[in-house]
């Protein structure tokens, strides 16, 4: 079965400082991997993916994520952060249909992004 | 715009009663779920259904939930007999297929039974 862990339920981060919220996965097979982005009674909002090649993905908004497939983790970051930046964020990941019956997505339980002014 | 858009935004439904949530998907796209958010839970997949020129496929419904897609880009989930249990943000999303395509998101049903 596959799975997505978020270890951290909230991070807090000064205005300007780097920011990077965790995600390790667990599947069979090559994973395809997302980030989404949900703001205050809003949907998910798609940030980034990965499907193969470079190993650093970019994203909207000044977000990229890292994969790595040795330590399973799939982190993501911002080199200087900004307040509104400040929202709930969810990692996903997907697996090829050739492993599955249909494109099952699984997501982690959501990390809440706190930036302080 | 020409998102995934969801009716009604806001619902509260008296507990064991039916309710119907809307979804208006990407015209053109394939696939189309329903998710299940609720607070410290992350989403869970409740259904997903596909279609192409000849067919359309529907995922399995989980017991009192069930979607009908009676149009291509229009799907509705249906959940029966409500339970206090069943609040939470019903998303909608689709896709234009099942391998390489992101997933787009509505803004979510907030479903409250009372």
């Known amino acids: 079965a596959q799975s997505v862990a978020q270890p951290e339920d909230q991070v807090n981060v000064a205005e300007g400082n780097p920011l990077t919220v965790k995600c390790t996965y667990s599947v069979s097979g090559n994973p395809y991997l997302f980030w989404y982005v949900q703001y205050p009674n809003r949907g998910l909002q798609f940030l980034l993916k990965y499907i193969t090649g470079d190993n650093l993905v970019k994203g909207s908004y000044g977000f990229e994520a890292e994969f790595n497939k040795s330590q399973t983790s799939f982190h993501l970051k911002k080199p200087s952060a900004l307040v509104s930046d400040s929202a709930l964020y969810f990692c996903a990941v997907r697996v090829p249909p050739f492993l599955m019956g249909y494109q099952k997505v699984t997501f982690g339980t959501g990390t809440k992004l706190q930036v302080i002014p | 715009g020409a998102g995934v858009s969801q009716s009604p935004r806001y619902k509260v439904a008296k507990r064991g009663r039916d309710v119907a949530l809307r979804c208006d998907s990407i015209?053109?796209?394939?696939?189309l779920y329903w998710y299940r958010q609720t607070l410290g839970q992350g989403s869970e997949v409740l259904t997903y259904s596909q279609s192409d020129a000849q067919r359309d496929k529907s995922g399995r419904p989980s017991g009192r939930f069930s979607a009908e897609r009676p149009e291509r880009s229009v799907s509705t989930l249906k959940i029966q007999r409500t339970e206090q249990g069943d609040s939470a943000v019903y998303l909608c999303a689709s896709s234009f297929d099942r391998v390489l395509y992101t997933i787009y998101f509505g803004e979510g049903s907030w479903l409250t039974v009372v």
């Open positions: 015209s053109g796209h394939v696939t």
